[in-house]
């Protein structure tokens, strides 16, 4: 038979069960290092230009995803793709769109940076040293 008292009970291990699993995602997520901005975003006062890549990777309910914008001059539209990253392997797949040709990168990831090689459907190149860092519009 269910009393007030054994209701109160049920709930208060189900409240805590929640409070230490709701801590333990936390943790395990704050210890990724496959989450966080990596930057090369440099701005030229002289002509008002910003250059460079910048990488913001999140976890998401679909797994981890980045946001990546790619700049000349002016920031170009940002692309969100899935992302993997085992250990200090990190890779992804850029689709093409009307400002960026398909491009594979992979590199490795660090505390203090994201590193490795962009290679273009055309066969161009660029290797790229992100540092890890507060992103530039942050």
Do not use: H
């Not at 995602?25 to 230009?49: M, R, W």
């Not at 914008?69 to 993997?84: N, R």
């Not at 590193?115 to 992103?135: C, F, H, T, V």
Request: charged share 20%; hydrophobic share 40%.
């Amino acid at each position: 038979m269910l009393t007030i008292r054994n209701f109160k009970m049920f709930m208060s291990s189900k409240i805590l069960f929640l409070i230490v699993a709701l801590f333990f995602v936390q943790n395990v997520i704050a210890k990724d290092q496959c989450l966080g901005t990596f930057s090369s975003y440099e701005y030229n006062a002289e002509s008002g230009d910003i250059q460079g890549v910048e990488i913001k990777v999140v976890y998401t309910r679909l797994g981890k995803q980045a946001a990546i914008q790619f700049s000349e001059g002016e920031p170009g539209a940002l692309i969100v793709i899935p992302v993997t990253c085992k250990g200090s392997n990190f890779s992804f797949k850029i689709p093409k769109t009307n400002e960026v040709l398909s491009a594979n990168f992979n590199g490795e990831i660090s505390k203090k940076n994201l590193s490795g090689k962009l290679i273009y459907e055309n066969g161009a190149s660029e290797q790229l040293i992100l540092p890890r860092k507060k992103g530039y519009w942050d």
